[in-house]
C-alpha cells in the first residue's frame, strides 16, 4: 500500500511541478474572466449605440404610446412624410430602417403585411422586439373587438405551477427545471472536461514512461496494476486541485473584475438574452412564484446530489482514465495512439449528446433512462439526470453496473498495461490486444 | 541453502510462441553467473519471471530456499538492457524515490545514496535532471540505483553496453566488490570475453532451452578437443610431420613464432598422454610452442548454439 502511495505523490509532484501545468492552471482562469469581461464590455458599447427608426402607419391602429423609446430603440412617427420619402431619408442614412404599416381590410391581413426596410440587415433583438409589440398590440385590438375588457384578461392572469410527484416520493416542478438543467450539464460537462484532459494526461505519462525506458525498472520493485492505478489517482488529484484553484481563482478575479471594470458578472450571462424576452421573464417571476422557486432550490437533495456527483464523477474518471492507460501501453508515442482513441471519447460523447438532447426534454424517458444505466454512457447521463429525481433502484443498478464494469475494465487494461508496457517497435491492432488480454500471469 | 536461485521446469509461452521451454536453472550463492544466448533465445523473459514482472506458465522459481513471493522484490536488484531514468526528475529525487519503492526508508535511502555519490564522486548532480546529464553520467546513476537497495540478487542485462571503457572498468570493479561481499549476481550477455573475465558459472540458452549449464572451467574442460599446437625447430620438417602423421590425426596450423621449421596441431585420441607427444617432440628437435587449444566460451557458444540448431 505504501508503494502505491509513493507512485500516487511522485505522480502527483511530477503534473504538478511541470510549467505547463502551472501556467495552465494560473492562466486560464485569467483568460476565461478577461475574454468574458472584454464580451460584456463590447456588448455594453453595442448597445450604447442606440438604434433610430421611424415608422410609417397608413393604417392609422398605431399610436406613440404602443411605440415607446426603449434604451436601446428610439421610435420616431413619420407617418406625415409617407412611405417613399422615409426609405430614401433611410436609404441616406438619416435612421436605421422603418417600418412600414399598410392600411388593409383584417387585421388578419395587416399582420401579414407589415413591413421593414433597412441598409443592413437588421439584428434578432431588434426584430423581435418589433414584432412582440406589433402582435401585442393586433391582439389587444381583437380582443376589443371581440368586446373583452383587457382589464378582466389582465385579472385573470394567474399563476400556476403543476407538482410532480413520481412514486419514490421525488418531488419536482416545472418552474425550477432550468436550474435542474444547469445543474446537470456542468456537471456532465465538468465531467468530460476532466476526463478529456486528465484521462490524456495519464496516457501521455505511461507513454512517457516507456519511451525512457524507466518502467521495466519500476515494474521490477511495483505490479504494473499498481503503477497504473498510481497513476490514475495521482493524475486525478492533480486534476482536482487544478479545479479547485480554477473555481478559486474564477471566483476571486470575477470579483476584482467587476469591481475595477464595474461590469456585473452576472450581465454575461444576462446580456446573451434580448432585453425583452428578459423583461417577459422578470414579469414571470413575481414574487408568488419567486417565494415558490426559493422553495424548490430549498427541497432539491443537495447531499444528495454532491454525493452522486462526487460518486459518478470519479467513477467515469477512473473507469475511462485506466482506458486511457492502457492505449498509451499499447503505443509507443503519441501519434500512434489515434486509432484507439475513437472508440473511448465517441460513448463520452454519445453521453453528452444524449444528455442535453433528450435529459432536458424528458428525464425520465427511455433513451435517457438507458444511458443512465450503461456503464459508458452514465456517469454523464446519470449527472445530468439525477437533479430531476431518480429513483433509487436506477440509482442503485446504474452505481452497480459502474462499479462492475470498472472494476472489470481496471482488470482489463491493466492486462493490456502490463503486456503493453515491455513491448517496443511494432504498432499494435486490436488483434494483438486481444491477445494479449489472453495472456496468462 | 548453497544456492541463492533455483528454477525448475521454467515455461513461459506468449500465445503461440514458447519463449522458454522447460527451463531449470541452479545458480550458487555469491557466483557471477553468466546468462549466455543469442538475441530472442529468452535471457530477457527468464529474467522478467525473476523479477516478477511477468509470472511463469508452469514450473517453479525458489529464491533463497523458499518460492519466490513478492517481496523478495527488495532483495533483487536489476539493470535492464534497455536503460531508463525519468528524464525531467532531479537525480537524487528520482534515486530516492526508486530506493523507496525497493523497500528502503527515505533516511536509509538517504544515508546509502550519499555512500555512493561520494563514492562515485556525483555529489554535485543531486539537484540536476537526468536530461542534462551526459549518457555516461546517466549509467553512473542507474548503476547506483540498481546496487543500493544492497540486493542479495544482482542482475544485469549487457552490463557494459554503452559504457565507455573507463567507466565499463569502473563498474566491473564495483561489481567484483559485490561479489566478494557476497551478493549474486547474474549476468545476461552476448559480450563473450566479459564472460570469460567475471563469470564462475554459466547457462547457455537458444531458442527456448537450455544447452548448457555449469562451471565456466567444467564446461571449458568439457570442450576440450585434446588438441596440441605445436611449433617446432628442426631441420627435416617434412620427415618429423610424416613420422608425426603416422602417430597422431595431425592438421596444419595458423599461428604466429619465429623461428619455427614446423607449425602443426595435433590431436591426441582418448587416453593418449600429452606427455608422449611432447617427447617425441624433443628427439626430433627444438620445441618452440607447445599449447593446448581450449576453446574459448565464443567458441562454446558458437558450438553449443550450430549442435542445438
Known amino acids: 500500500m505504501s508503494k502505491l502511495k509513493l507512485i500516487i505523490h511522485r505522480e502527483f509532484i511530477a503534473k504538478v511541478r511541470n510549467k505547463s501545468f502551472l501556467i495552465m492552471t494560473f492562466l486560464s482562469p485569467i483568460l476565461i474572466v478577461v475574454m468574458g469581461a472584454l464580451v460584456v464590455f463590447l456588448m455594453k458599447k453595442n448597445d450604447e449605440k442606440v438604434k433610430e427608426i421611424v415608422y410609417v402607419d397608413a393604417s392609422g391602429l398605431f399610436t406613440k404610446e404602443i411605440f415607446k423609446d426603449s434604451k436601446t430603440v428610439k421610435y420616431q412617427d413619420y407617418t406625415a412624410l409617407g412611405l417613399t420619402e422615409t426609405k430614401k431619408k433611410v436609404e441616406n442614412g438619416d435612421f436605421d430602417g422603418v417600418l412600414y404599416i399598410p392600411k388593409k381590410d383584417s387585421l388578419e391581413l395587416l399582420a401579414k403585411s407589415i413591413a421593414f426596410y433597412s441598409i443592413d440587415s437588421p439584428g434578432m433583438s431588434l426584430m423581435n422586439g418589433l414584432e412582440a409589440r406589433v402582435e401585442t398590440h393586433l391582439r389587444n385590438l381583437k380582443l376589443i373587438h371581440f368586446e373583452i375588457d383587457l382589464m378582466q384578461i389582465k385579472a385573470s392572469e ?156 470519479l467513477g467515469g474518471f477512473f473507469l475511462y482514465s485506466s482506458l486511457f492507460a492502457a492505449v498509451g501501453a499499447a503505443v509507443d508515442n503519441e501519434t500512434d495512439t489515434q486509432q484507439f482513441m475513437l472508440p473511448i471519447i465517441a460513448p463520452l460523447i454519445l453521453g453528452l449528446y444524449v444528455g442535453f438532447a433528450t435529459v432536458m426534454n424528458d428525464p425520465h424517458g427511455p433513451i435517457a433512462t438507458i444511458c443512465s444505466i450503461i456503464p459508458f454512457t452514465s456517469p454523464i447521463v446519470m449527472l445530468m439526470r439525477i437533479p430531476y429525481g431518480v429513483s433509487w433502484y436506477e440509482l442503485v443498478i446504474s452505481m452497480a453496473l459502474l462499479i462492475i464494469t470498472f472494476v472489470f475494465m481496471v482488470w482489463l487494461s491493466a492486462k493490456i498495461y502490463r503486456v503493453g508496457i515491455l513491448m517496443y517497435g511494432k504498432k499494435p491492432t486490436y488483434k494483438d490486444l486481444y491477445k494479449w488480454i489472453k495472456y496468462k500471469g | 541453502m548453497n544456492n541463492l536461485l533455483e528454477i525448475k521446469n521454467v515455461v513461459k509461452t506468449y500465445g503461440d510462441f514458447t519463449a522458454l521451454n522447460n527451463v531449470s536453472l541452479t545458480i550458487p550463492r555469491g557466483s557471477v553467473f553468466g546468462l549466455l544466448g543469442p538475441n530472442g533465445a529468452g535471457k530477457t523473459s527468464l529474467i522478467r519471471i525473476i523479477n516478477q514482472i ?114 565499463a572498468q569502473l563498474i566491473a570493479k564495483e561489481i567484483l566488490q559485490l561479489r566478494a561481499e557476497g551478493t549474486t549476481i547474474i549476468f545476461s550477455t552476448h559480450r563473450m570475453e566479459s564472460v570469460e573475465e567475471m563469470c564462475d558459472y554459466i547457462a547457455l540458452i537458444d531458442q527456448s532451452n537450455k544447452i548448457l549449464e555449469g562451471k565456466l572451467d567444467d564446461i571449458k574442460r568439457a570442450f576440450r578437443t585434446n588438441t596440441f599446437q605445436v611449433g617446432l625447430a628442426t631441420t627435416n620438417p617434412n620427415e618429423v610431420e610424416a613420422k608425426l602423421k603416422q602417430l597422431y590425426a595431425v592438421s596444419p596450423a595458423d599461428f604466429r613464432i619465429i623461428n619455427a621449421g614446423l607449425k602443426l596441431n595435433v590431436t591426441l585420441k582418448k587416453g593418449e598422454n600429452p606427455n608422449d607427444l611432447l617427447s617425441f617432440l624433443t628427439s626430433q628437435g627444438h620445441v618452440q610452442h607447445f599449447v593446448e587449444l581450449v576453446p574459448d566460451v565464443n567458441e562454446i557458444f558458437m558450438q553449443a548454439v550450430n549442435k542445438n540448431s
Open chain 2, 54 to 167: 511477468t509470472m511463469q506458465d508452469t514450473g517453479e522459481v525458489y529464491f533463497d530456499g523458499k518460492l519466490l513471493a513478492p517481496n523478495d522484490v527488495e532483495h533483487i536488484g536489476y539493470m535492464p538492457e534497455e536503460r531508463g531514468l525519468y528524464k525531467s526528475m532531479k537525480v537524487g529525487e528520482q534515486a530516492l524515490y526508486l530506493a523507496q519503492l525497493k523497500g528502503l526508508s527515505k533516511s536509509e535511502a538517504k544515508k546509502r545514496l550519499k555512500y555512493w555519490f561520494d563514492k562515485f564522486d556525483i555529489s554535485a548532480w543531486w539537484n540536476k535532471k537526468i536530461e542534462e546529464l551526459s549518457k555516461g553520467m546517466a549509467q553512473k546513476v542507474q548503476f547506483i540505483v540498481t546496487v543500493m537497495h544492497k540486493p542479495k540478487l544482482l542482475i544485469f542485462d549487457e552490463p557494459f553496453s554503452g559504457f565507455d571503457p573507463i567507466n
Open chain 1, 158 to 313: 394567474i399563476a400556476s405551477d403543476i407538482k410532480m410527484f413520481n412514486f419514490s416520493g421525488e418531488e419536482s416542478s416545472k418552474l425550477i427545471n432550468g436550474l435542474k438543467i444547469a445543474v446537470g450539464a456542468i456537471a456532465g460537462y465538468l465531467l468530460m472536461m476532466f476526463v478529456m484532459i486528465y484521462g490524456t494526461s495519464v496516457m501521455r505519462s505511461v507513454i512517457e514512461e516507456k519511451t525512457s525506458r524507466i518502467v521495466e525498472i519500476i515494474v521490477s520493485s511495483v505490479k504494473p496494476f499498481q503503477l497504473m492505478l498510481g497513476k490514475i489517482i495521482g493524475n486525478a488529484s492533480a486534476g482536482l486541485l487544478q479545479f479547485f484553484i480554477w473555481g478559486i481563482l474564477l471566483f476571486v478575479i470575477s470579483i476584482i473584475v467587476s469591481a475595477v471594470f464595474g461590469i456585473d458578472m452576472l450581465e454575461m450571462q444576462a446580456s446573451k438574452i434580448p432585453e425583452d424576452q428578459l423583461n417577459a421573464a422578470k414579469e414571470a417571476v413575481n414574487p408568488d412564484k419567486l417565494q415558490l422557486i426559493l422553495q424548490e432550490i430549498s427541497r432539491l437533495p443537495i447531499l444528495k446530489l454532491f454525493v452522486l456527483f462526487i460518486f459518478y464523477f
